[in-house]
């Protein structure tokens, strides 16, 4: 059977360390599915569209990697697409607690389907979707952060402030 995972997540915007986890878990899995959710009563900095759209660019040579969004359960999501893992990046020991809490549920929720968790290279703990947003709000430069496919300036003005 084949090995699909969903790696869930806001995603906004989609940065170094997710492509990190993502290429890492490429050798353990025959499809993922990067799904980003679409919460409503999220607010969002990007619209679902453009973080969509850099992280398609971002593997758009890698037919391993599909790009969707979805709303709801991410359990729900992961069984209309056939994924039995839920793939997760872990930085600090507070990741470790949220994420603990999260795919304990999940299992609870859905048994056939397990959590996997890579934990990120030491270079990328510190990066965070938060921190990248500001930097951008406030007009610096976030390139670094940022996988170097995507162009953070073909993106000025699409951000909600
Ligand atoms: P969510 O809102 O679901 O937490 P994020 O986009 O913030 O969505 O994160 C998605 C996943 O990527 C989470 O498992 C998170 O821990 C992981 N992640 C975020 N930043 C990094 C990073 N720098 N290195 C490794 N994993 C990361």
Redo the contacts with the bound molecule.
Sequence with gaps: MKKIAVF?????PF?I??E??VRRSLVLFDEIIIAV?ANALKKSYYSLEVRKEMITKVFRDVPAIRVDHYEGLTVDYCKRNSARYIL????TSA?FEF?RAIAQVNKALATDIESVFLL?VPE??S???TIVRDIIRSGGDASMFVPSVINLEEYKGEGEL
């Design positions: 869930p997540g806001s995603f906004d940065t360390g997710h990190g986890i959710g997760r990046g872990l930085r990741d994420e990120t990328h703990t990066i965070n979707s």
